[in-house]
Nanobody, 117 residues
């Protein structure tokens, strides 16, 4: 079983960049797929990026070319580099392990990303 803690959120201007980190503890990260989700006020939580145990990645269409998910199994971290941010990216961002395309664990606190002038 994994424990996951998100960090790195903050206030950025449109067009800016931000890097989120997911720190993992508990079991080995090596064989888990990990996803970054986000939830904006009044909207459903959505999966925006995922990375498989073999390093392959998948992205929601709206973030393709702007977001990059990566993993470092030795450091037990999964990062989300976010570039060219827009106000539509404003949300609380969460990480979670994935199985069959869906999340495994209960949700943590997440980290707030606000894109505003």
């Amino acid at each position: 079983q994994l424990q996951l803690v998100e960090s790195g959120g903050g206030l950025v201007q449109p067009g800016g960049s931000l890097r989120l980190s997911c720190a993992v503890s508990g079991a080995s990260l090596d064989y888990y797929a990990i996803g970054w989700f986000r939830q904006a006020p009044g909207k459903q939580r959505e999966l925006v990026a995922a990375i498989n145990s073999d390093g392959t990645t998948n992205y929601e269409d709206s973030v393709k070319g702007r977001f990059t998910i990566s993993r470092n199994n030795a450091k037990k971290t999964v990062n989300l580099q976010m570039n060219s941010l827009t106000p539509e990216d404003t949300a609380v961002y969460y990480c979670n392990a994935l199985r069959g395309g869906s999340y495994i664990y209960s949700w943590g606190q997440g980290t707030q990303v606000t894109v505003s002038s």
